[in-house]
């Protein structure tokens, strides 16, 4: 979902992404995951009739512009010299991040980051009207600094729509992390600086909605490629990475 500047446009992007064909009369999702997603759909009404009126040019930028990110502070999957890097913007609240991380992800995994042919690096974008999605940025990296940041992480995607204290304390002793320590990180909101550099570099790529992808050739501790928004499919970004790598 995006924050700040909601458009017409935007809200049909994200119509397109989180409603799958059928999926009114389909038993392809459930009832929970259709109630919530019409709850993230009515927020982002009330976002749009908050909104003044606009002109199609202000509509967000291209979902493929050209831009520039830093790969942050937090561990990455996959090999350091992989050709190409993806780095995605999550909020853990997110239906739409869950959405792509039940679907898509296993297959990128599996395909082009365990061969070595994609580095993948996760960022924070915890949107404002997501009450737990700070708190869950946390939790992850507090968790990483026990050596369970992707344990963390995919955790708490799965569990997107019951976040909260209470759950990432229940996490935590999944993982068998030491809780007194994991507490603390969280109580310190230790790790509250570099959740908000990564929105500020967020802000300065164009990336204001989750999940939104920077797909490129890292240069330094940068990644210079272009931007891909949404829950897409696995055959998008399989496509995709595939012509990558295949230009020079």
């Known amino acids: 979902m995006r924050r700040g500047s909601v458009t017409a446009a935007a809200l049909a992007a994200v119509l397109a992404v989180a409603v799958p064909p059928r999926a009114r ?3 392809s999702i459930t009832r929970q995951q259709a109630d919530t997603i ?10 749009l009739e908050r909104l003044p009126s606009a002109p199609t040019a202000a509509a967000a930028p291209a979902p493929d512009q050209h831009v520039k990110v830093g790969v942050g502070t937090l561990p990455a999957l996959g090999r ?3 050709p190409l890097t993806v780095v995605e ?7 739409f991040c869950q959405k792509l991380h039940l679907s898509a992800f296993s297959d990128m995994k599996r395909n082009y980051v365990d061969t070595g042919k994609v580095r993948f690096v996760s960022r924070d974008l915890p949107l404002p009207m997501h009450p737990y999605a700070m708190g869950a940025a946390h939790a992850a990296r507090c968790a990483g600094e026990q050596g369970k940041f992707w344990e963390m992480r995919d955790k708490l995607i799965v569990n ?7 759950r990432f304390s229940a996490l935590a002793d ?5 809780r007194p320590r994991f507490q603390k990180c969280l109580a310190d909101e230790k790790y509250k600086a570099q959740i908000e550099k990564d929105m500020a570099d967020a802000d300065a790529a164009g990336v204001n909605g989750t999940p939104t ?6 240069k330094g501790d940068e990644v210079e490629g272009v931007r891909v928004v949404g829950a897409l499919p696995y055959s998008t970004f399989d496509a995709r990475l595939k012509e990558m790598l ?3």
């Open 25 to 27: 009369a389909d038993e």
């Open 213 to 218: 992808f920077v797909i490129g050739r890292l």
């Open 80 to 82: 350091s010299d992989a």
């Open 89 to 95: 913007f999550t909020d853990y609240q997110c239906t």
């Open 38 to 47: 019409i709850d993230e759909l009515r927020q982002i009404r009330k976002l």
């Open 174 to 178: 999944e993982l068998k992390l030491d």
């Open 160 to 166: 997107a729509n019951s976040l909260g204290p209470d």
């Open 246 to 248: 295949a230009t020079p």
